[in-house]
């Protein structure tokens, strides 16, 4: 038994090494290794050991093939005899980094016409400087509008295009892209970073540290997309760091909380508004607190009652609360009554 599972594991990682190098066609695996497969008895699951031969790249790679697992696993299942193909999970191999393993990836590559080690140093400034020149080609071509103005020009692409660049460049150094030149690509410096970084603390901290170039509220209401919170209740204190920064950081913070409105979270999210001034901040806390509304108007009208805003923007509320078609004229007169 111990013999066949062996086989199996190497049927798998032959089979595997072949997909990923070969067949899923992207820059990152050309420099992939399978170094070793492992599969549990019932031949459900199966952890595939792999290192890039770079190892600044390894975490790169395990996550772009746990994204593309799936597809992974059926493009391997059409080549596998056995009853069942396992469901894959990709780990770095942490034994690879010595100079004797990069030696036998070499001969491998050699071996199987992948690229050499020498090959790989020689070529990584032309790769660099080619993404990111296919990067800049890509955003002109999906142009819908040229508009240059403050010195920066703007292609005005569609958000769906935007988010297609996110997904194809997402592996791009971030560090190459020049900033304050091209709109989107100061808005595809944030989205990429974001989309990677899957730990809140870490966004908003690069967020707050580049606030500079968030360079109006279409940016940022598009990066809010990238923002990673795993509940309100665990996340809201750390999203209070944006209340000390920006006008543009303060209105990221409205945005992301509007996704988090329901019935369970009305009191939590009234105890998080401010007292804005920031027109730019005021028109996100308005829309937040009309979502709000529509939830629960006596709880909030309540809440708003009884806490100091200023003038603008109780206005602001009042304005927005006439449009929304479930208020209560009861509750404008309320709210107008606060102003006088």
Known sequence: MADKKGRVNEVIRRNLSEIIIYELKNELTHYCSINGVFT?????YCKVYVSHIDENKNENLVNFLNKRKGQIRSMLSKRLSIYKTPELIFVIDTNVINMNHIEKLVKEANES??????????????????????LLKDIK?????????????KYNLKSKDLKSLVDKYEFLDIKEIELDKIYELNLLY???????????????SFILENADYLLDKKLVDFISNYIFISSLKDNATTL???TIGS?????LRYEILINYVNKLNIDRLLHLLNDE????????????IDKLYTEDKNKVINFISTVSFNEKLLRGIIKKLTKNEFSKERDINILENLIS
């Not at 016409?113 to 660099?128: A, G, I």
């Not at 730019?280 to 937040?288: D, F, G, R, Y």
């Open 277 to 288: 001034e920031e027109k730019v901040v005021i028109e996100m806390e308005v829309k937040l």
């Open 240 to 242: 209070t760091s944006f």
């Open 141 to 153: 071509k999906l142009a819908i509008k040229k508009i240059v103005k403050n010195n920066i020009t």
């Open 190 to 204: 944030f989205s990429i970073y974001l989309n990677n970084k899957k730990d809140l603390s870490s966004q908003v």
């Open 40 to 44: 549990t008895k019932d031949y459900s």
């Open 247 to 251: 006008p543009l950081t303060k209105r």
């Open 113 to 134: 016409k992948m690229y050499t080690l020498k090959d790989y140093k020689n070529d990584q400034k032309k790769k660099l400087k080619n993404t990111y020149d296919h």
